[in-house]
């Protein structure tokens, strides 16, 4: 069940990021802003050739490989199982779905829109796509330092106890 409800959340997630990706493109010209929570953010549309902090800026196809094998291995951890607690699939799925959501617009555009801009803080603009693969890290990160071990390690059954194959 975790992984049909993950599953449809990052789809879910997937289409809000190109909605608002959209919108924006159509609505805000290319680095203006408009107020979105005024005096914590705002919405500008910045194209970004890069990863974060504009990193490996026009490496395309470099970007879409590290990214696409990034979540093909994660999908292959889902597909196999290995990842079975609920919190690490959904780590996963909200990974997996960021990854897409950046995968097309490198590969429809050639560059990433981002729209979201702190205005309390000097911080990169984002979007919904890199909300989903920070959230997605930090819960996999918690999965596997705390529950990995004791719920889904190999010879681990789903609710902490060893399953009948190690017995």
């Known amino acids: 069940m975790a992984y049909v409800c993950s599953a449809l959340l990052a789809g879910a997630l997937l289409g809000l990021d190109q909605w608002v990706k959209r919108w924006v493109s159509l609505h805000i010209p290319l680095g203006e802003a408009r107020p979105f929570l005024p005096g914590l953010m705002e919405l500008r549309t910045v194209h970004n050739y890069g990863a974060a902090w504009s990193s490996f800026s026009g490496m395309r196809w470099m970007l879409l490989t590290v990214t696409g094998a990034i979540v093909l291995a994660i999908l292959f951890l889902l597909a196999r199982r290995i990842v079975r607690h609920p919190l690490g699939v959904l780590g996963c799925c909200l990974i997996v779905s960021g990854g897409l959501g950046n995968i097309l617009d490198r590969f429809r555009l050639g560059y990433v829109v981002d729209m979201f801009s702190l205005q309390f ?13 920070n959230i997605g890290c930090v819960l996999g990160l918690i999965y596997y330092l705390f529950l990995y071990e004791t719920r889904d390690k190999k010879g681990g059954g789903g609710d902490g106890t060893p399953d009948s194959s190690s017995r």
Request: negative net charge; contains cysteine.
């Open 121 to 133: 803080m000097d911080f990169p603009v984002f979007n919904v796509a890199d909300i989903c693969i």
